[in-house]
């Protein structure tokens, strides 16, 4: 039996045994809780080969060492869900087939997808969950319409269409089926055709319109006849049976029902048509005025139903058992009455025309995306026939972006070469002229206190010796900031961030410029908390720190102040020094946010040289320390620098 007969035969028809349905529960327990891979493998065999031998499934081939993980859990859980279906355990089949679904999108194996929805479809009808086994099916026509597979969308129209006859939903239905015919007609499948046509003819027949089904249902059975499909023609001699009771032909109807009966009666499969057939005979013998045949007719379709939990067909022989007994024993008859309203239930109803509604807005919809599916995909073709140029444009676009990249490279590399010279030239030129100012005073000074040394009072020579002092000074400070500037241009700075204690850094810094600041009668006052640690690499911090102050110092006016302060916050220090010297002009301070050296370069209260760089130095360190300079000045009155440094708390 291929595997299109054998899932249209499980939706229609599955049988039930609740012996051999625990034995399958407990194998696929065993299954889920192995623990190894070889535990497992063994499990899952000996759940195959009870399926196997409960002639639940065509895998014989056992599961091997080679046999991949995912592909051996897709198996077992298509087999299983299959097996459970067709023992009327809807529920648990449709937990298997979930997690074989998941499986097989995983390999991306759209064949046993297919088995997959089938199933699940099926099991949502039986259990009146029609929402979601229509969801099932159009799911597969998606899959089939975008892989442009004919068999597979036939079977997707086909099942749908299926379940918009169970809902009474016959004009969807009969536009599913006629999909479903042509398709199969076209494809020249007369095994699908025969199906397709039973369903239809099986549905004209239940609408009372026998002249449109005794046609269709004929060529079904031909079909089946000539190709020995065996296990179909009992459903189809049902359906023309069907259509002959329509037609008020009372023996061909019982002569075709009685043949569905002597087929099914010894099987333990098809037990649904086996119920059918016996309450047709049932309501046939009703009419007839037989009540005696038709009650036992009734009783029989009534034990099968109730076996096999269809409900419907139950219904049907409780409203004929009613009929029968209302004149001779109105108590039973009350009792059927009774229960055929509780399984007629109005809230039943109910939610079945509301799922009636739901599947048909749910088809058109899928129909307006499979529209626009079909529209995107003309348009991609498009797109297509126009990439060869594209592409063509693309390389083109890429030989010019390469050349530019090549061209801007070498502007690039001529520019840091013009910056590499310009920073010798600059270099040179501190050295030939900033640095020699100091040397030449420091000369004159000492050939001054030589050539005059006997006439020199002691105020004078200390005066000298001041002078000489302060030439030393500024020689130094230059000679520190050409190092460190020199490190930075050549990038030979190393950064080394440690904690430490700041407070401490700006005494020790601002003790180094106590005696030059005395000299010019300023007084250098702090603010600040006992202790206060930050992180930051500590000599690049004391650079800073000197130039600062020694910068304020240089441009503060005699017998003014200094004010160094530290205001520790929660997550940062802040550390300022602000004087009230000769401050800078706006054109200077955009020349130091800028990274200039010669505009800023002027000389202090008392004419105290300087390079320039210093400031820029103090940048590049707070900036290597995640920090920058802020810059608050008017001329002629005061400046105040500030920055600030990441806090460590201990």
Not at 52 to 69: G, I, L
Not at 253 to 277: F, G, M, W
Not at 373 to 395: D, G, M, N, P
Not at 513 to 531: D, H, L, Q
Request: glycine share 4%; with cysteine; aromatic share 8%.
């Amino acid at each position: 039996m291929n595997v299109f007969l054998r899932f249209a035969l499980l939706f229609l028809f599955p049988a039930f045994s609740v012996a051999s349905q625990q034995t399958a529960d407990s194998l696929l327990v065993v299954f889920e809780d192995a623990r190894s891979s070889s535990q497992r493998r063994d499990a899952a065999n000996r759940l195959m080969t009870f399926l196997y031998e409960e002639r639940s499934s065509e895998w014989n081939h056992p599961f091997t060492a080679h046999t991949p993980e995912d592909s051996l859990r897709m198996l077992v859980y298509l087999e299983a869900g299959t097996y459970f279906y067709e023992h009327s355990a809807f529920k648990q089949s449709i937990d298997c087939m979930k997690r074989c679904y998941r499986w097989a999108q995983t390999l991306h194996d759209t064949v046993r997808l297919e088995d997959v929805l089938h199933v699940m479809s099926a099991s949502y009808t039986r259990l009146g969950m029609y929402n979601e086994a229509f969801e099932q099916m159009q799911t597969l026509r998606t899959i089939a319409e975008q892989k442009n597979d004919p068999v597979m969308l036939r079977r997707a129209c086909n099942s749908m269409a299926n379940i918009c006859h169970h809902m009474r939903n016959d004009s969807l239905a009969l536009t599913l089926y006629i999909k479903a015919i042509d398709i199969a007609r076209k494809q020249k499948d007369e095994q699908a055709l025969a199906v397709r046509l039973g369903n239809l003819g099986g549905m004209y027949a239940d609408m009372r319109q026998p002249e449109k089904a005794l046609p269709l249902l004929e060529e079904a059975l031909a079909l089946d006849m000539k190709n020995g499909w065996t296990d179909k023609i009992p459903i189809r001699q049902l359906s023309i049976g069907n259509a002959y009771l329509n037609m008020n032909e009372w023996g061909k109807a019982e002569n075709y029902y009685r043949r569905v009966i002597e087929a099914l009666r010894e099987t333990t499969r098809d037990k649904v048509s086996l119920a059918i057939a016996y309450g047709q005979l049932g309501w046939l013998k009703q009419l007839l005025s037989r009540p005696d045949e038709a009650e036992t007719y009734y009783k029989e379709a009534e034990k099968i139903a109730k076996e096999i939990g269809a409900l419907a067909i139950e219904r049907s022989c409780q409203e004929g058992l009613y009929t029968l007994y209302k004149e001779k024993n109105p108590a039973l008859a009350l009792g059927y009455l009774e229960r055929n309203f509780i399984l007629s239930d109005s809230l039943y109803r109910m939610e079945t025309t509301q799922q009636m509604n739901n599947l048909r807005v749910q088809y058109e919809t899928a129909e307006k995306e499979l529209q626009i599916q079909k529209q995107q995909s003309e348009i991609e073709q498009t797109k297509q026939h126009r990439t060869l140029f594209a592409l063509s444009t693309v390389f083109a676009l890429l030989l010019c972006g390469m050349l530019y990249l090549l061209l801007r490279q070498r502007r690039k590399r001529n520019r840091q070469l013009a910056e590499a010279n310009a920073t010798k030239d600059k270099l040179f030129s501190i050295i030939s002229h900033d640095l020699k100012s100091p040397v030449i005073a420091q000369k004159a000074t000492l050939d001054t206190l030589i050539a005059n040394y006997d006439a020199y009072e002691t105020d004078d020579l200390l005066y000298y010796l001041e002078r000489f002092r302060i030439a030393s000074e500024s020689q130094m400070g230059l000679l520190q900031n050409l190092l460190s500037w020199a490190q930075v241009q050549t990038g030979k700075a190393k950064f080394s961030p440690l904690p430490f204690d700041i407070t401490h850094t700006i005494a020790e810094t601002a003790n180094l410029y106590a005696i030059s600041s005395e000299n010019k009668n300023i007084r250098i006052t702090t603010e600040m908390p006992e202790r206060c640690y930050v992180v930051g690499d500590r000599e690049m911090i004391a650079t800073v720190l000197r130039n600062l102050i020694n910068n304020a110092v240089k441009f503060s006016h005699p017998d003014s102040e200094i004010h160094i302060s530290l205001v520790s916050k929660t997550t940062s220090a802040c550390i300022s020094i602000k004087d009230s010297g000769t401050g800078m002009t706006e054109r200077q301070v955009k020349a130091i946010r800028a990274g200039a050296t010669s505009d800023i370069s002027s000389a202090g209260t008392q004419g105290e040289k300087g390079s320039g760089l210093g400031l820029v130095i103090c940048k590049d360190f707070l900036r290597r320390n995640g920090s920058h300079l802020v810059i608050e000045s008017r001329n002629g009155e005061g400046t105040c620098m500030s920055f600030e440094l990441n806090k460590v708390n201990f």
